[in-house]
């Protein structure tokens, strides 16, 4: 019996390393399905002149690009396969293969995407901090040569091109960004004659009015967190101004600094204590929450713009938006307006077909699509904004009248901490009163976190 | 040894090679890289970096970790004795030929037809606070006073998950029970009835020690069950709200999906493997024994 056992166990290992050795390449074999659909186009055209045909299939030699995408919400869904199809359009030489990944999903596969042998080309995601982290480890393709002979230096925006940039190299495109805002129905606030309000005392009263009146002031849903990120974003960038809070997310201040906790027992607190925000946040998402807003039961809801992404269109001659009260006119103003964008992975397979698509999407049409379509704000100055909706004039005007522009909470802050301190705010909400130990609690998160990078 | 009959032992193996294999290179090698890489500060991205034991020394300072481990004791406790009581009691109710019989069993079955993250998604929908059937139910028949945000208070949102687990596996008992009642010798059963044993003496002096092999297997794949607990969890709640419904399962997904800390995120679940272990072995060895038994 042993006999057999040695070489058997041998023969396995063997077998096992040569398994392991094999680079596997799944992605490569697509351009073969695709080659197959366009031969059986041709024979059906014209049977008789076989011979003048014989040449098209020669064309067929396409070229691809291999793109993963996080647009999977329905309304950005279209919207980028519409700019695939352009782009497609544009270059019948160069097929783009598009995945779409559930937003949430792609975030946890980037890491392996980015460090496979054969990642995928063209890739969406955040600009700034998270894109950073990875331009760091040289998993993200220097593509200054794609901004240099698209003239972006001069059509972006320094503050994008900064974005973009590492050590004076372009690495990213920034794509489009939208504004944070609070939310409102007009009509309610007509009904309580009601003015959108610019400063503190004006949002508290508001607040009481709506209270007194059977309508919870503020709808907020709160199950994955971020939303309450938002309240924190705001209340921080208001009481200790933008310079602060961008130092707390880059773990150079600590949360256990007293003017942190202002924040939360002076601002933050009142608001939960009087009962402004609907009952139980925490049991719905951000979109579940929405429903009040719509019905009426709520009137004001902190929220990016994609909110009207998902406010039903018949309804939304009621919404409108102001930005969030200014408490000490003193401390510069300061917005979150994340900005997402492409970038090309390091290993990318296909480089030239990828800067080619990189610069269609960073370019004028394809920014003018997404603009007119979707109603986000281009990056390229180029786009013509005269068809601009009044909502996108007038969230263009508040951030460009912004003193600062940060990105959100979970961009501007390392994931970690973004995740301790996420729980530490719906914490909070439950107990406000613990709030010095929350906060106690973070900063010892904030010293581990960021000692090891 | 003759040639034949060496071939005819080496046959088993030589149909055993490619399973082995692919077992080996799927299931066991990854095992082991968790191992190694719960030695690590491995993010998914960088080379890892060796640290020792540093990721569990953090571990058993991290609350979480203990919040995670309470969790899921009680999501053992609970399923070990209302599903097993619940489904034995229905499986010695439906064991007879009522009429509805068998209408009864397949309806305390079908929980199990659906994935746990459908069970979670209409759960989570009918725990809703404001418009939830349960929370809309209790105020129309008056009792208003008793609706909660049930997965959004710290103090029952584990419960109300559980009571989700308990609900689909009543069912899945239930069956067990019934058909080790299949392997109850009715003779020993009249005799006991002859010697004037009532309804009740039967059952706990015959019927029940009869089926103590069921039992014990119910009961450790039970365990086995809440230690994997993980889907309706991340469906549910994620853990929250801040990390009141935590298991572990739920937290190593947390640290090593989302936050990115693979090494901390492996050493989670080697921590929850060495848990499993014992009670897979328990598992493992009656089930071999009862082989043996046949």
Known sequence: ?????????????????????????????????????????????????????????????????????????????????????????????????????????????????????????????????????????????????????????????????????????QYFVPASWYWWAVYYRADIFDQYGLEPPETWADFLQVCETLKENGVAPIAIGTKYRWTSAAWFDYLNMRVNGPEFHIDLMLGKESYDDPRVLTVFSDYWAPLIENGYFIEDPAAYSWSEALQFLINGEAAMYLMGDFLRDSYPDEEEANLD????????????????????????????????????????????????????????????????????????????????????????????????????????????????????????????????????? | MTREKRLSQLTPYLFLILPLIIYLIWVIGPMFYTFYLSLTNWDGVSTPDFIGLRNYQRLFKDPVFYISL??????????????????????????????????????????????????GLIWGWMYQPANGLINATLRAVGLGALARGWLSDKNLVMWAIIAVGIWRQVGYVMVLYLAGLQGVDPGLIDASKVDGCSGWLTFRHVIFPLLTPVTVIVVVISIIDSLRAFDLVSVMTRGGPYNSSSVLANFMYIQAFNNYKMGYGAAISVVLFLISLVFIFIYLWRVLQTEMEY
């Open chain 1, 1 to 169: 019996m042993k006999k057999f056992v040695f070489p058997l166990l041998a023969a396995m290992t063997i077998l096992a390393l040569v398994a392991a050795c094999q680079p596997e390449t799944v992605t490569v074999e697509v351009p073969v399905e695709r080659t197959v659909e366009v031969q059986v186009e041709v024979p059906v055209e014209r049977t008789v002149e076989v011979e003048v045909e014989v040449e098209v299939p020669v064309e067929v030699e396409k070229s691809l690009v291999i793109y993963n995408s996080y647009m999977s919400d329905p309304a950005p869904r279209e919207a980028d396969a519409e700019q695939v199809r352009m782009f497609e359009e544009m270059y019948p030489n160069i097929d783009v293969v598009h995945s779409t990944v559930a937003h949430e999903d792609f975030k946890q596969a980037i890491r392996a995407y980015l460090t496979a042998s054969t990642p995928p080309d063209v890739m969406t995601w955040f600009a700034g901090n998270r894109a950073r982290f990875f331009i760091d480890k040289d998993l993200i393709m220097d593509i200054s040569d794609v901004w240099e002979r698209e003239g972006w230096n001069e059509t972006y925006p320094a503050g994008f091109r900064a974005m973009s940039s590492v050590g004076g190299k």
């Open chain 2, 70 to 119: 309470k969790n899921n004791l009680k999501w053992i406790l609970s399923f070990i004795t209302i599903p097993v009581v619940a489904g034995l009691a229905l499986a010695m109710a439906l064991n007879r030929s009522i009429p509805g019989a068998k209408a009864f069993k397949a309806s305390f079955y079908s929980p199990l037809v659906l994935s746990l993250v459908v069970c």
């Open chain 1, 321 to 453: 938006f102001f930005r969030f009260p200014i408490i000490d006119p003193a401390v510069p103003v300061g917005e979150d307006a994340p900005t997402d964008g492409y970038f090309i992975a390091a290993n990318a397979q296909h480089v030239e077909e990828a800067k080619q698509f990189i610069a269609f999407l960073g370019g004028v049409e394809a920014q003018q699509y997404f603009a007119d379509n979707l109603g986000r704000l281009p990056t390229n100055m180029e786009v013509d904004t005269g068809g601009f909706t009044d909502m996108q004039k007038k969230g263009l005007a508040l951030i460009q009248s912004a003193d600062f522009v940060a990105q959100f909470y979970d961009r501007d802050t390392t994931p970690e901490m973004a995740d301790v301190g996420m729980n530490g705010f719906m914490e909070f909400w439950d107990n406000p009163g613990d709030i010095a130990d929350i906060l106690a609690r973070l900063e010892a998160t904030r010293q581990e976190v960021f000692a090891e990078e």
